[in-house]
């Protein structure tokens, strides 16, 4: 089963109906509902979702909507290891993007899907969107 790491863009699509991307993040989970792939995110996107989602609605209906998304994800942690290769790292710009990026690439992901491809230029990993993705299959 191939181990998807998807990052923020991709989850925040998914749980906001995000147009024009709504489409591809749901394909992209009823995969993995299917258990036909596996995807994992860091906790940073979890903190970060609950952030969006916070402006669209309240806390408990939040909280409901991401124990849901737990159901069908991994959550790999970030920690220490992580956050220092990410400060020592000059290949990705942007800090976050660095810490999704070393986060992947410590749990041995295989491939990650954002709708970013341009901040994942230095990656040691294949990165796609989530369309390109599902085109291959």
Same mark, same amino acid.
Do not use: H, W
């Given at each position: ?10 989850v925040?699509?998914?749980?906001? %109906? %995000? ?15 299917? *258990? ?18 916070? %402006?669209?609605?309240? $806390?408990? *209906? ?7 998304? %737990? ?14 290769? $990410? ?10 993007? &660095? ?6 690439l410590?749990?041995?992901?295989e ?10 230029? &230095? ?7 989530? *369309?390109?993705?599902?085109?291959t299959?």
């Amino acid at each position: 089963m191939r181990k998807l790491f998807i990052d923020t863009n991709i989850v925040i699509d998914l749980l906001s %109906r %995000r147009e024009p991307f709504f489409d591809e993040a749901a394909e992209l989970f009823s995969l993995a509902d299917r *258990k036909q792939i596996e995807i994992s995110v860091s906790s940073l996107t979890i903190a970060n979702t609950s952030c969006a989602l916070l %402006r669209q609605m309240d $806390a408990a *209906k939040a909280k409901s909507i991401l124990r849901k998304l %737990r159901l069908i994800l991994r959550v790999l942690p970030l920690d220490d290891k992580i956050i220092g290769l $990410a400060l020592d790292d000059d290949t990705f710009i942007d800090f976050e993007d &660095g810490l999704q990026y070393f986060t992947a690439l410590e749990n041995e992901q295989e491939l990650i899907i954002t709708r970013n491809l341009k901040d994942f230029k &230095g990656s040691k990993l294949p990165a796609m969107t989530a *369309k390109q993705f599902i085109e291959t299959i």
